[in-house]
């Protein structure tokens, strides 16, 4: 059970808005959407953008999975967070891997019912301002058997630099793909029967 956040640095939490926003968005390689097959991984990149010039040293956001059953293996925040002192993340790195759940967050403060996680981190050795926040790296069981897609939300709790507060919403819903026993096949049979139909063009 995930006990609420404790805040410890609770005066990076309070205070004013800025003036712009952040938009937190979920890619692979720079996209949207990836497919991974059943046995390999997939990394995911959240993005930071601003519309001005904020910068930031406390982030907390939770990410939500339309369904369950993807192993989370790990995740990296990127400097100044990656020296950050109060990583409360949940699951917590020494938890990990871990099978994702709608148990995998709970406790008061949560909703209830849906599987997600929480990236939770404040650092006092700079600011950051924009580009790739964190990654986070995840597992699809060789034995798959779970939706043939997932959708990956942001959700922005809070982003502050010292007292003052930064808006953030979220960018589009990330989709992973994830296709079933007989996809890479038809994949193929379709890609030789088109290049075998442009050769005889």
Same mark, same amino acid.
């Given at each position: 059970?995930?006990?609420?956040?404790?805040?410890?640095? #609770?005066?990076?939490? #309070?205070?004013?808005?800025?003036?712009?926003?952040?938009?937190?968005?979920?890619?692979?390689?720079?996209?949207?959407?990836?497919?991974?097959?059943?046995?390999?991984?997939?990394?995911?990149?959240?993005?930071?953008?601003?519309?001005?010039?904020?910068?930031?040293?406390?982030?907390?956001?939770?990410?939500?999975?339309?369904?369950?059953?993807?192993?989370?293996?790990?995740?990296?925040?990127?400097?100044?967070?990656?020296?950050?002192?109060?990583?409360?993340?949940?699951?917590?790195?020494?938890?990990?891997?871990?099978?994702?759940?709608?148990?995998?967050?709970?406790?008061?403060?949560?909703?209830?019912?849906?599987?997600?996680?929480?990236?939770?981190?404040?650092?006092?050795?700079?600011?950051?301002?924009?580009?790739?926040?964190?990654?986070?790296?995840?597992?699809?069981?060789?034995?798959?058997?779970?939706?043939?897609?997932?959708?990956?939300?942001?959700?922005?709790?809070?982003?502050?630099?010292?007292?003052?507060?930064?808006?953030?919403?979220?960018? &589009?819903?990330?989709?992973?793909?994830?296709?079933?026993?007989?996809?890479? &096949?038809?994949?193929?049979?379709?890609?030789?029967?088109?290049?075998?139909?442009?050769?005889?063009?």
């Amino acid at each position: 059970m995930k006990p609420m956040l404790t805040l410890c640095a #609770c005066a990076c939490f #309070c205070g004013t808005a800025a003036h712009a926003d952040y938009t937190l968005t979920a890619t692979s390689a720079g996209a949207s959407s990836t497919m991974a097959a059943p046995g390999s991984d997939v990394k995911i990149e959240i993005q930071l953008t601003s519309d001005a010039s904020d910068v930031c040293n406390s982030a907390i956001y939770r990410v939500e999975f339309s369904a369950p059953g993807l192993q989370y293996m790990g995740y990296l925040w990127t400097l100044p967070f990656e020296s950050g002192l109060f990583d409360d993340s949940f699951p917590q790195s020494l938890d990990l891997p871990a099978v994702l759940d709608d148990t995998s967050l709970d406790g008061v403060g949560y909703p209830v019912g849906i599987v997600d996680i929480e990236l939770s981190n404040v650092t006092t050795a700079g600011v950051f301002a924009t580009g790739m926040l964190t990654s986070l790296e995840f597992h699809v069981p060789a034995d798959w058997s779970g939706a043939e897609s997932i959708e990956i939300t942001l959700v922005p709790d809070t982003f502050a630099n010292g007292f003052a507060t930064i808006p953030a919403t979220a960018g &589009p819903a990330f989709t992973l793909f994830i296709p079933g026993p007989g996809a890479a &096949p038809l994949a193929m049979v379709s890609l030789v029967l088109g290049s075998h139909r442009r050769r005889r063009g």
